[in-house]
């Protein structure tokens, strides 16, 4: 299995400040990474697929970077909807893992 | 636009059988372009993928479950299937189903269903 781990578990932000999520996985993904934004009590919305492709009507604000084993998640200037929980999910396999999630919370 | 929506008991004993229904609007379940599956959380927890199902029968599912799991494409109605046997409280969780013309991400999403493992 491909493990997913994502840093930091929770952290805590300001609005408008700028935030970074890792997500590492434990062997060469390529750019098959996806990362997801989860609300309380809702299903997980995709963010951004393939590592660094924004999907349509999501702000420019989020952006993603990496491959290989190493992947970022950046919120260039935090809103208030953005305090939510993260997953990083890789599919480079047929057997898809998600990390175990970064909550934002409010500073 | 694609809908997805979950049904099944709430509760189900422990080593009894899950089982979970989603019902597909907006597109054919037997349709050649779309990716079935399902993906669960427990109470707290960060996401699980239980697996995935792809018209004409192709399966994949999550190592630790695979023992347990069978997901199946309805025939009559336009939905998809989840079973997942000899559960225990360990497999209290929403569930969610999901589905996507890509084989490597979900977009759409039902809105999740609770089942607890309990006696």
């Known amino acids: 299995d491909i493990q997913m781990t994502q840093s930091p578990s929770s952290l805590s932000a300001s609005v408008g400040d700028r935030v970074t999520i890792t997500c590492r996985a434990s062997?060469?993904?390529?750019?098959?990474l996806n990362w997801y934004q989860q609300k309380p009590g809702k299903a997980p919305k995709l963010l951004i697929d393939a590592a660094s492709s924004l999907q349509s009507g999501v702000p420019s604000r989020f952006s993603g970077s990496g491959s290989g084993t190493d992947f970022t998640l950046t919120i260039s200037s935090l809103q208030s909807e953005d305090f939510a929980t993260y997953h990083c999910?890789?599919?480079?396999?047929?057997?898809?893992?998600f990390g175990q999630g970064t909550k934002v919370e409010i500073k | 636009q694609l809908q997805l929506q979950e049904s099944g008991p709430g509760l189900v004993k422990p080593s009894e059988t899950l089982s979970l229904t989603c019902t597909v609007s907006g597109a054919s379940v037997s349709s050649s372009t779309y990716y079935w599956g399902w993906v669960r959380q427990p109470p707290g927890k960060g996401l699980e993928w239980i697996g995935s199902?792809?018209?004409?029968?192709?399966?994949y599912y999550n190592p630790s479950l695979k023992s347990r799991v069978t997901l199946s494409v309805g025939l009559s109605k336009n939905q998809f299937s989840l079973r997942l046997s000899s559960v225990t409280v360990a497999d209290t969780a929403v569930y969610y189903c999901a589905g996507d013309t890509s084989g490597y991400y979900y977009r759409y999403w039902g809105q999740g269903t609770l089942v607890t493992v309990s006696s």
């Open positions: 999910q890789q599919s480079y396999s047929t057997t898809w893992t």
């Open positions: 062997q060469s993904i390529s750019n098959y």
């Open positions: 199902i792809y018209y004409g029968g192709s399966t």
